[in-house]
Nanobody, 114 residues
């Protein structure tokens, strides 16, 4: 069970911090990811973080602006988003893959006005 929060409406250049609280899984054992989907576009991976070493991945479009982190004690993964642009507007989803099956949260809307 994944529950995202922290989305909202911001002006370009602003910041938001998304959170994804996980339950019902051994959180510390899994890679966690953030995806986004804008209207009329396919869902794309934004960032992910591994389970043990803190290794991270970022899409080129967000490198240098977004930072993913996790708190295994709180079963929570975060996405700090700075320097937001109108093209970052999308529904943002938390993801975990367990035994080849993708699990998603309900999403949190991020809207960036120009």
């Amino acid at each position: 069970h994944l529950v995202e929060s922290g989305g909202g409406l911001v002006h370009a250049g602003g910041s938001l911090r998304l959170s994804c609280a996980a339950s019902g899984l051994s959180f510390e054992h899994y890679y966690m990811g953030w995806f986004r989907q804008a209207p009329g576009k396919e869902r794309e991976e934004v960032s992910c973080i591994d389970s043990n070493y803190g290794r991270t991945y970022y899409a080129d479009s967000v490198k240098g602006r977004f930072t993913i982190s996790r708190d295994n004690a709180k079963n929570t993964v975060y996405l700090q988003m700075n320097g937001l642009k109108p093209e970052d507007t999308a529904m943002y989803y938390c993801n975990v893959q367990i035994r080849g099956v993708d699990y998603w949260g309900q999403g949190t809307q991020v809207t960036v006005s120009s």
